[in-house]
């Protein structure tokens, strides 16, 4: 049988719509299906496409809590809380209760009789368990959240009632029912995606993964003249003219949405967007492929730092411009500091003015 590891080693390009995809089909096999046996896999390769996704880090840990891989539960609910920025107010207070309660239950589960990995429910009710068996898969099935199993197993452990229901069985539909729930209720919205593909931007440097989060969070909210706005610069800062053209028209076109001091904002640097494209710097490396965390891993010599740090600031990507502004200089002085300063004082600029552009 194939093993399957948590944290997954072959990540892949960040596409949160693939990883939504997965990671409902295997809510569903978990919560409305009983193919316990089926789960993990599609929610290891769902968090491929989007690994700092913390709803699905969550639910994660639970499955394998549930299938007793107790260490990688836990490191599931740390990563969880590391990303915890990207939930809303409801989820992260959500999570704050649910990882107390996993971690201080996280060994307590009874056993199965058959390993909960292995558990199809079709197949399992095909079994010829004494209701006494049906009763103790109940409760651990209880004890591991899976709750659809032991509202069956409740059910098989009562053989003289004509209704086949029980408190507890009606009780762990309640709780499977509330746990689905659960999982949209923390979910962000178009607004969450947005602010975790500026956090890679402007805090993080990941400039690898921030297109397709940016292009996500349009898909819930595609006339938000904000986020076409910073599209538009993404874009252009990664040679994406066309495009990056066709956002800010449709930015244009919505600017109603923005706040007086927005639409001047964007008035203003509307032209900047526009500028010809044939006087931008280039630099040694595509601007779409930049991690900052792993650049400085690479055998630039001053000139590349160079010619990175002055590409960088002409495509206002000026968290990777003052980085990299002392590599490129080669030496130190006040008049260098100030310069570097200015170019951390353009990012945090940027950031706070896509905060102001929205209409009150």
């Known amino acids: ?30 919560f409305e299906e009983g193919c316990y046996h089926l789960v993990l896999p599609l929610y290891l390769e769902a968090l491929k496409y989007d690994p700092t996704d913390p709803v699905m880090l969550y639910q994660l840990a639970v499955v394998l809590r549930a299938f007793e891989r107790f260490d990688e539960a836990a490191l599931a609910l740390e990563m969880a809380s590391l990303h915890q920025f990207l939930l809303n107010k409801t989820g992260r207070q959500l999570l704050a209760r649910k990882k107390k309660w996993l ?9 199965l009789p058959v390993p909960a990995t292995e558990i199809d429910l079709k197949q399992c009710l095909s079994q010829s368990f004494h209701y006494n068996e049906w009763l103790e898969i109940a409760i651990a099935a209880s004890q591991r959240r ?25 009780n762990a539909r ?51 003249p904000v ?12 040679e994406r003219f066309d495009e990056a053209m066709l956002a800010l028209d449709l930015a244009s076109v919505h600017q109603n949405r923005l706040s007086e001091n927005g639409r001047q904002f964007f008035d203003t640097y509307k032209q900047y967007i526009l500028k010809p494209t044939s006087y931008m710097l280039t ?47 080669g030496w130190c002085d006040s008049e260098i500091l100030r310069e ?21």
């Open 340 to 360: 570097e300063e200015e170019l951390r004082r353009k990012n945090g600029s940027d950031r706070s003015r896509l905060n102001y552009m929205r209409r009150d």
């Open 103 to 111: 971690l201080k239950h996280l060994y307590n589960a009874s056993p």
């Open 283 to 329: 630099m040694p490396i595509p601007a779409w492929e930049i991690n900052l965390k792993e650049l400085h891993s690479m055998n630039f010599n001053s000139n590349d730092w160079w010619a990175i740090s002055q590409a960088a600031e002409d495509r206002r990507m000026f968290l990777l411009a003052y980085e990299t502004y002392l590599d490129g200089r």
């Open 174 to 224: 309640v709780n499977n029912q509330s746990d689905r729930a659960l999982l949209n209720n923390m979910r962000w919205s178009a607004k969450g995606l947005f602010e975790k593909a500026n956090h890679f931007w402007f805090k993080e440097g990941r400039y690898h993964q921030v297109l397709p989060i940016y292009q996500e969070a349009l898909k819930y909210d595609p006339t938000d």
């Open 146 to 170: 899976m709750f659809l199993l032991a509202a069956i197993a409740y059910d098989k452990s009562q053989p003289f009632s004509e209704s086949q229901t029980t408190w507890e069985g009606d």
């Open 227 to 238: 986020m076409l706005y910073q599209l538009a610069v993404v874009l252009r800062a990664f």
């Open 1 to 30: 049988m194939t093993e399957f590891f948590f944290p997954p080693q072959d990540v892949k390009a960040v596409n949160p719509a693939e990883a939504r995809r997965l990671f409902e089909q295997a809510n569903h096999l978990w």
